[in-house]
């Protein structure tokens, strides 16, 4: 595949994703699936080219409309598409050729048959490369928000929700992490292998692997083209794991024998985990509501191995009296906002609104009120969120405490050194992006009540 084509794909998939309304990460995963032909060097081109434009659109869509008759909005949906793909790489992809940019915009509307709009595509193309750099100065925005939306890209209720929670700078260090590319991360299994094994099978492959942050088994990927073509991962030793969620499965601390019950598990990767440290012993259900999430279970299973896994079809809001008081450890990794793994899923801010923040609390109460029962007497409850809001975070360890028999459990002694945090001792940690080396993540550790 040719740049020329991947701009065709990119501009594809940005339809798909800003105006079909397709997740990101599973509209391009999809995508480069099909296309296992790929190199890697078109590969990055096309996975930078849609994952920036995604991320940059509200500052896109803002340029485009600075030089442009017809408002983006009211805009084909292709040459929406087309127009953004363009201005981000004549703003943002420096070893891209402005005149190649916009050759290839004009072409692919022809090729579209939409030759009359060619004209309009090249004329917003070529004003944007004359206008960069005036483009470029927010300076003159007198509304801090507002200039700091459109800087990142970020819908202005998260910037001014961002700035009251955090203090310092710690809201700009998150915001400018989502703009940077997420590596890959991995957790060896080390109950099958060692992780010198590991970064032995890497090297013999081309590929590297660096130690993660805080855990030895945590690998930082690169150097290769397609996950499944590296003998580590087909072979079961490795897991695509971000450090942040590696986290829980340590604080949870499953001890060997314990039966345990994963009840949003899907994809699997705190259920693998909990099932390597159990290193062959115990019994864990890992469950979640459709078929279709429930198969990405089976597939990690059935590649890794192990044999104490039993996947199911089961909606966590429905309890089942067969698991009441049975379980040793209950993890909870719930629906949530999202908003600590945007630099992952880099729509998810066009998705998520502060209406819908009150929607999602009632229903993590709703599944934790279910799936707390489960918990024996004296057992763990895990909950943990991919976010960073009060209302899905520290609101919910309040709720937990005053409304469910449990306390929570002293985490500072199982946390690694620099996440010592004040909150360890009430039994929770939030990550954040941009200020820990992880996803912004919550995690929280409670014993049930005898």
């Given at each position: 595949?040719?740049?020329?084509t991947a701009r065709e ?207 030895p088994s945590n690998l ?182 005053e409304q469910l028999p ?45």
């Amino acid at each position: 595949m040719t740049e020329k084509t991947a701009r065709e794909a990119a501009a594809m998939l940005a339809e798909k994703i800003l105006d079909e309304k397709e997740y990101s990460h599973i509209a391009l995963r999809t995508f480069l699936d099909g296309v296992s032909w790929m190199d890697r060097q078109d590969r990055a081109f096309l996975s930078r080219l849609i994952t920036g434009t995604v991320e940059r659109c509200l500052f896109l869509d803002y340029a485009i409309d600075r030089v442009s008759k017809i408002k983006v909005k009211k805009m084909k949906p292709l040459i929406r598409a087309v127009l953004r793909t363009g201005a981000y790489q004549i703003f943002f992809m420096d070893g891209v050729a402005d005149r190649a940019v916009c050759n290839e915009a004009v072409n692919l509307v022809k090729k579209r048959r939409i030759n009359n709009l060619s004209g309009f595509v090249n004329g917003v193309l070529r004003s944007l490369i004359r206008e960069k750099e005036v483009i470029l100065d927010l300076s003159w925005i007198p509304d801090r928000d507002r200039a700091m939306s459109l800087t990142y890209s970020m819908p202005e209720w998260i910037i001014k929700e961002w700035r009251e929670m955090f203090s310092g700078d710690v809201a700009e260090r998150m915001l400018n992490s989502f703009l940077k590319e997420s590596p890959v991360m991995v957790r060896v299994n080390t109950s099958l292998v060692s992780t010198d094994q590991v970064l032995k099978s890497l090297e013999a492959q081309g590929a590297k692997g660096e130690p993660g942050s805080y855990f030895p088994s945590n690998l930082m990927l690169s150097g290769f083209s397609r996950l499944e073509e590296l003998e580590c991962f087909r072979k079961g030793w490795i897991q695509v794991q971000d450090t942040s969620s590696q986290m829980a499965g340590y604080l949870a601390a499953p001890e060997k024998g314990s039966r345990i019950i994963d009840v949003c598990a899907a994809p699997g990767g705190k259920t693998l985990h909990a099932a390597d440290l159990l290193c062959g012993t115990g019994h864990i259900t890992a469950c979640d509501l459709s078929e279709e999430k429930v198969r990405l279970i089976r597939d990690n299973v059935r590649r890794i191995g192990f044999q104490n896994i039993e996947p199911a079809v089961h909606d966590a809001l429905d309890k089942n009296p067969a698991w009441v008081e049975t379980a040793d450890l209950v993890i909870a990794d719930l629906p949530c906002s999202g908003l600590g793994v945007m630099g992952r899923k880099p729509d998810i801010r066009y998705r998520m609104t502060k209406e819908k923040l009150p929607e999602l609390q009632k229903l993590q109460r709703e599944i934790l009120t279910v799936v707390s029962d489960y918990v024996k007497p004296g057992g763990k409850l895990v909950f943990s969120t991919c976010t960073v809001t009060r209302e899905e975070n520290v609101d919910n360890v309040r709720w937990i405490m005053e409304q469910l028999p449990f306390q929570p459990l002293d985490l500072s002694a199982a946390l690694p050194e620099g996440l010592k945090t004040a909150t360890a001792k009430d039994g929770y940690v939030q990550l954040l992006p941009g200020v820990h080396p992880c996803d912004g993540f919550f995690i929280s550790v409670f014993r049930k009540k005898r």
